[in-house]
């Protein structure tokens, strides 16, 4: 499941939401129907004792904020960070209830955490501080209650927690209840295409977007910062159907050709080195250009993919960029201020919160496996996906050519249209 | 099994045109056909359990007042309840209880894994605000809680009810049990669970089961001239259907009166007439003539879709159709139907071939229970697939047996009731 971008470190809801509030206001939302939203639901807080392997006791506090229930059960991830302030849990479950509603999937948002160093525990402590974590939330988690999501998609200790999640409730409610949490590992009702669903899902946009938009010809190519699981499977897979990729970065540099890198090639070096550095080009003696990952970005392309970090366009180098079409597979790769920059230079922008929702997708797609108690095959999986993503889009340019706004404003107004329409059915309970 | 309370005593409707006595004359005819021993036959006639609840309710002008409500779960042999609630000031327990019966007879002949039930809140919804009536919905649904549930007695909308209705009751009962659970009742919408083609699926059952039975007579759609009574969700959609499928609608009515075309009436024009001003009147593509004759024009196909009593002794004989299909419930007396057997008229029964609502409601349960949701052409091809095959049993049946579509249609709904009541047994 997504993080937010925090782009106010003070009060990163507020901030976060207020987007969506101006997708509110554009939509004519009724004040009261939206005020319910501008709160969480609920918010718990937890004490969590481990007994540490030296016998001393550490106490940890653990969180779980739940936004908005209207469209069904609450999902979100758990989070393990020193760091975590509430504010930001808040951010996160607010974003996860929008980019649900987005996609059609038929949750709430949530976002739960535990302030503590994991690098600081042993395995077996963090274990302790999962389930006790687990344990002091029963009331709360259920397939139909909350389900808990991984903080990153597809990472052995984030899998790990899930499954120490998935037995500890299972032991209580005294059956196995694999879809109180996804991004559990294979085998233990973990889903097929999960690990790579959000570059598949990054693809599926990318050409909706290309023939929405009549951008490109036969072979378009494209640029992408980050060779992570978002960044390097994008490249694998767009590569495999044709596409030029020109460009591709890790944190220590960028590879650059213009005629198109050999992406195998460079996916095995990194696989093998851990890094770019020193790639050697590959062998034909075409020119691998070794540049810095800012001045990759500012290279010609049709498609600039920023997929690694926050605020990687800014105002600083918006008015460079030398693509015709921007895929935010990061989660808040443009700032706003180049934002409004870009669009008005006329250059597409398909925001995050539709672009990147391939996880979100799959970990509901785990859900309903559990629930149906049968796994899909790959292509059922990657038919499905493509649905929902195909769907996703449609309404968001079907909304934009309604009220004349950027696909960021329609996909927000959207989400915040379905949200407002799923309470006011429900009503308020009283 | 079979543990319940009758909580009112028996108070039966006696009419003439009480569709739910032909409905008792029609299982009778058919358990004897089935030779079903008494026991079995006690059973089905009687509902499981009866719930009466008292609704009191705080009404805008601060006044209390105190409604009633019922539930009645007719049978839950073959699985969880399901069937309508309705909220009308003459909503009786009676009503509610024959009711109830028709839909385990409907839930049984085109086989979904369902038990009769119905309910009803005697009010009348012309003199409440909206805020009055979701207040007797929540409160009636907290009433009739611990009956009810996906895997219990499953509601859906009916007279007065609707997809608002039923977003509260799934509110109520998701609130109550502290976990989102749309499973509760269907008919909601589609942002709450509900499930795409729902809102045509009746219609399209009726188009389903004349298309069939027209190949068993072996007519030709291109020769058939089709008149349909009701022009709403049922009639209207099934026209346009039959439509879409080369066959002529001549004739479509409304509450107000009928238009006539013997060249063929051009269905999407009509429609989309009759969303603009709401009713036929003025349509100027046809005749218009009153709505007293309609149903004995000449034609190959009559499709009754709008209420029940409509083709009785009184004007059975002039009826020309050669195929009736019952888009409405009941809208053939247990008299006529008789005449129409007897002069080598097929029928095809309302149980059968308005089933494609509950059908949908039935995929609208799976879907929410599995949490995926079907486009609409998948939706479309299971529909299509149980309403050919449930016609395909019952016209087998009545080749076999030798007795009317109707009659067919009962004794399979009957003997997979009785059936599974055998298998699972007395529970004590």
Redo the contacts between chains.
Sequence with gaps: MPSTPVLDEESPFATMMSQFDRAARHLGVNADEYAILRKPDREIRVAVPVRMDDGSLSVFDGYRVQHNQGLGPFIGPLCASPDLKLDELRALAAWTTWKCALMNIPFGGAAGGIVVDTQKLSESELERTVRRYAANMLGTIGPDRDVFTPEVVADMQANQMMAWMMDTVSVHVRYAETATVTGKPMGLGGTIGHEDAVAQGLKVILQLALSRFDICGEKPSIIIQGVGRVGGNLARILYDDGYIVRGISDVHGALFCETGLNIPKVLAWRAEHGSLREYPGDGKGSPNDIIRNEEMLTRPCDILAPCAVPNAITSRNASKINAKLILEGAHGPVSARADTELSERGVYVIPDILANAGSAVADYFEWVQNRQGMSWLEVVFAKRLRRFMTEAFDSVIELQDEHDVSLRMAANMLAVDRVVRADSLRGIYA | MSGGTVVANEQSLQDELNPFLAMAKRFDIASDQLGLDHGVREVLRRPDRELSVAIPILMDDATTRVFTGYRVQHNFSRGPCKGGIRFAPDVSLDEVRALAAWMTWKCSVVGIPFGGAKGGVICDPRELSQGEL?RIT?RYTAGIMDILGPDRDVPAPDMNTN??TM??I???YS?HV?????AVVTGK?I???GSRGRAEATGRGVMISTRDAMRKLGLNPAEARVVVQGSGNVGGIAAMLLHREGYRIISISDMYGTVLNEKGLDMPAVMAWLREHRRLEGYPDADHMPNGEQLELPCEILIPAATENQITSRNVDKIKAKLVVEGANGPTTAEASRALDDGGVMVVPDILANAGGVTVSYFEWVQD?????W?EDVVNSRLEQIMATSFEDVYQMSQKRKVSMRIAAYMLAIDRVATVYRLRGVFA
Excluded: C, H, I
């Design positions: 979701e929540r997809e608002q977003a509260w799934m509110d109520t609130m502290r976990k989102t659970t749309t919408p942002s709450l669970g229970r599995m949490g995926y949701f486009t």
